[in-house]
């Protein structure tokens, strides 16, 4: 089997990809409709300059932990799920593997869903047909598999690079920059909860960083490129998203996009967008199931589930995506750190060989770090509980209004780990 598509660790004399290689990977995630759509919904609950600060602050965040994720692939050419192991035990990784397939194919969803929307919307021919386009051009693009990736990500992130500006340009050009800037926030959002959804997209990428990072060589090319890649488009989206929505009082971009009137170039970005995106899903979902089941074909795995994300297109409505972020933060901030705490400050570092020894010394369950996942998973709801139910408990909304859900969340997992793990 190519090597690409195994759980093994990948020798550093046959990697192939370098800093502009993971970038132009991460470039190509982080533009995105999901990334316009989140960031229209921080305004005008927030001013555009508080947008502005609260998307730098949570991309400055965010992708420090899928930095070091990747620092963890590179050291270790090893997936993410399978250094999980290290944590929580072999068969105590088979929990957080099910829910990161299941949301990886929630988000090949979601992503086929907006994508083929914003098709339908700009020119016509039917929500089903682009559905089914999108949904093919994602799965033959994951499949070719990750030595073929190198040069046509290269090639797709120059082309979105070059629309993204496009975009801004035409953004900026039909509406007055200064006047937007000086315009007050509905105060309908708190600053920390808006934080919590910036945080929560690139933390969505956590269990995943590192089924690419474990392709380059250098810890260095590991690190900045998923961090620069990652933050320069991310923040560009969700700041387009802001601005439009606080300029035209709309936050489906997919409407906004429909507005404008932009042709060709909006399905360019439309198509390349939707699957740079998306093929880190499904070829993740597959490299997560045979941490579950390492027998599994995972270029088979591939084209079910492109065939399961697009079915799910067809049939399942979008009507709580801010829920979605917030309940993916609640699963994967927990997990993220106690995974960093356990490899840079309990282990220092693994040996690959251990993990995938179903006999050796991390066999079966790490009880106390599932515990403490679950407790990181109930504090984070707890004080997200007005935000993401509309339930107003007054201790803690007013924690939660105060600090957010993900840090204190970290900060507190990471030192129960940290006591238990010694």
Request: net charge neutral; aromatic share 12%; no cysteine.
């Amino acid at each position: 089997m190519e090597a690409g598509y195994d759980i093994k660790p990948i020798p550093k004399s046959k990697r192939q990809y370098t800093l502009l290689t993971l970038s132009a990977i991460w470039f190509g995630a982080g533009i995105s409709i999901a990334e316009f759509w989140a960031g229209a919904l921080l305004t005008p609950a927030l001013s555009l300059w508080a947008a502005l600060g609260v998307i730098l602050l949570g991309h400055l965040i965010g992708n420090t932990v899928m930095g070091l994720i990747a620092v963890e692939g590179e050291e270790t050419g090893l997936p993410t799920m399978v250094l999980s192991r290290a944590a929580l035990g072999i068969r105590g990784s088979l929990l957080p593997s099910a829910l990161n397939y299941l949301q990886l194919i929630g988000w090949t969803a979601i992503m086929l869903i907006v994508g083929a929307n914003a098709m339908n919307a700009v020119f016509g021919k039917g929500y089903s047909v682009w559905v089914l386009v999108l949904g093919i051009l994602v799965t033959a693009w994951t499949y070719i598999g990750p030595r073929n990736w190198e040069k046509i990500e290269k090639a797709a992130a120059a082309l979105l690079l070059l629309l993204a500006v496009w975009l801004t340009y035409t953004t900026l050009e039909q509406f007055s920059l200064t006047a937007l800037l000086s315009k007050h926030g509905t105060g309908g959002m708190g600053t920390m909860l808006a934080l919590d959804l910036v945080i929560a997209m690139p933390l969505s990428w956590a269990p995943l960083i590192a089924d690419y990072s474990r392709f380059v060589r250098g810890r260095e090319g590991a690190f900045w490129g998923t961090y620069l890649g990652y933050f320069i488009s991310s923040s560009l989206f969700y700041f387009v998203g802001a601005l439009t929505n606080m300029a035209v009082g709309e936050s489906d971009p997919i409407k906004i996009i429909a507005a404008y009137g932009l042709g060709i170039p909006a399905m360019l970005v439309i198509i390349f967008s939707t699957v740079t995106t998306t093929f880190l899903d499904v070829y993740s979902a597959a490299i997560t199931y045979k941490n579950i089941s390492p027998e599994a074909d995972a270029r088979k795995h591939v084209l079910l589930i492109g065939m399961l994300g697009t079915a799910i297109a067809l049939v399942f409505p979008v009507d709580r995506y801010e829920g979605f972020l917030l309940l993916i933060g609640g699963a994967f901030v927990s997990l993220a750190a106690i995974m960093l705490t356990d490899y840079f400050i309990v282990k220092k570092g693994y040996d690959p060989d251990e993990l995938l020894d179903e006999e050796g010394r991390f066999a079966g369950y790490n009880t106390r770090a599932l515990i403490i996942w679950l407790a990181g998973f109930l504090f984070y709801m707890l004080l997200a509980v007005e935000g993401l139910f509309g339930i107003h408990i007054p201790l803690l909304s007013a924690l939660g209004a105060r600090l957010g859900s993900s840090i204190p969340t970290f900060v507190l997992v990471s030192i129960l780990y940290w006591l238990l793990g010694r």
